[in-house]
């Protein structure tokens, strides 16, 4: 007899890691191989390059910074101190930066390459302008339209006075001023 012959349809020759032979050890041992050829591949073959991803990049893309930022919080054991992290955690405190100056009527940003030192000077400058030989007194709506900046910020703090504060600080020449000043020109 020189092979092994099956009356039943069904009836096969055993395989080598057959599951049914095995009781199903041979599914978890090519499971097994696979994924070491794969992790072999894996390392072997190098990951494509990613794009440079700075801080104003994220800024930029909110969907992307908001993808890493999850990503971050859900891993930070091991995504902490990854240059994507600290872009995206620095492009939030960018982007939320914005929307204070908006929120509050001031210019946007300061021109691009501009440092701290060379936006307080500029400010300075254009203040010194501004009060060139002009005496206002700050009980004046004109006081508080030739000075924005300084309005919101006296806006802002006008919200957390009494009413007999207010009187005191001005607050009423100051919104007269910002009412002003969203009038539409004709």
Same mark, same amino acid.
């Given at each position: ?59 930029? *893309? ?24 600290? *872009? ?42 501004? *009060? ?55």
């Amino acid at each position: 007899m020189t092979g092994r012959r099956c009356a039943v349809p069904r009836c096969r020759a055993p395989r080598l890691l057959d599951p049914d032979l095995l009781g199903g050890l041979g599914l978890l041992l090519w499971t097994l191989a696979f994924l070491a050829l794969s992790a072999a591949l894996g390392v072997a073959q190098p990951l494509p390059p990613q794009e440079r991803r700075t801080v104003s990049w994220y800024a930029a *893309n909110p969907w992307a910074l908001e993808a890493v930022t999850r990503a971050c919080r859900d891993d930070p054991g091991r995504l902490r101190g990854t240059p994507d992290c600290v *872009n995206a955690d620095q492009a939030r405190i960018v982007v939320a930066e914005r929307e204070a100056r908006a929120r509050a009527g001031m210019r946007p940003e300061p021109p691009a390459g501009a440092t701290p030192d060379a936006e307080r000077a500029r400010q300075a400058e254009a203040e010194a302008r501004r *009060n060139q030989g002009d005496l206002t007194s700050p009980t004046s709506p004109r006081y508080w339209a030739a000075r924005p900046m300084e309005r919101a910020q006296q806006l802002a703090h006008c919200g957390r006075l009494t009413a007999e504060q207010q009187a005191r600080f001005y607050c009423d020449a100051a919104r007269a001023a910002e009412a002003a000043a969203r009038r539409p020109r004709s």
